[in-house]
Structure formats: C-alpha cells, structure tokens
C-alpha cells in the first residue's frame, strides 16, 4: 500500500486547509481503516481523524471535533481532511494512514503510512 498526502501549507490561524491522501496498492476501504495522524515537534504522534471500514463511522479527536472533517472518494482512492479554524497547536507534519484501528486509533495500529505533509498556522 503506497499513501502519498498533500495539501499541506502555511495559513494564518483561522483558515482552512484541504489534505489529501492518494491511495494505491492492495487496499480496500471496505477491509481497511484509513485515518490522519499528526506529530508536532516534540510532541507524541496523535490520531486525528479516520473512516472505518466495518461501518463508514468516523472518528475525531477531541482537539479537531467540529473543526475538521473526514471524507472519502472511493472512486479514486482518496482521502481528504478538510480542517476548518485552524490553530497554532494543529502545527504538526499530518501523516496518512492504513491499519485495522478499530476504535483505538492509535499510531500502533498502523499498518502503511505516508511520507507526511506539514501544516504550519501562524498565530
């Protein structure tokens, strides 16, 4: 599975950004769980966002909930992650990725990642 992100930029705090994540190799989004994490300098890396494949159901971090938004299009195997009023504190470089989460999105899970997109929002 190959997961290549984009979308990523500089914004001022209360902007919106659109990620993207193409997807190509052996997944299936009705076997795989797809999701964003993300990783700030110095920080541990966190579960964003993610679609589950047994149910469609989405997850959000407390910390995003209601800012951002997970989505799909399965006709071209991309994922996007639009994030709505964005903070300082969502700098982080936002990594996409493939694993059987379940309801722990937890980086452990993680089968297939990208390489990683950085997001910058200047206060």
């Known amino acids: 599975v190959q997961l290549v992100e984009s979308g990523g930029g500089l914004v001022e705090a209360g902007m919106a950004l659109r990620l993207s994540c193409a997807v190509s190799?052996?997944?299936?989004?009705?076997?795989?769980?797809i999701g964003w994490f993300r990783q700030a300098p110095g920080k541990e890396i966190e579960g964003v966002s993610g679609?589950?494949?047994?149910?469609?159901?989405?997850y959000y971090s407390d910390s995003v909930k209601g800012r951002f938004t997970i989505s799909s299009d399965n006709a071209k195997n991309t994922v996007y992650l639009q994030m709505h009023r964005l903070k300082p504190e969502d700098t982080a470089v936002y990594y996409c990725?493939?694993?059987?989460?379940?309801?722990?999105?937890?980086?452990?899970?993680?089968?297939?990642w990208g390489q990683g997109t950085q997001v910058t929002v200047s206060s």
């Open positions: 990725t493939v694993g059987s989460f379940g309801t722990d999105w937890s980086w452990e899970s993680t089968d297939y």
């Open positions: 190799g052996e997944f299936s989004f009705d076997d795989d769980d």
């Open positions: 679609i589950s494949a047994r149910d469609g159901s989405t």
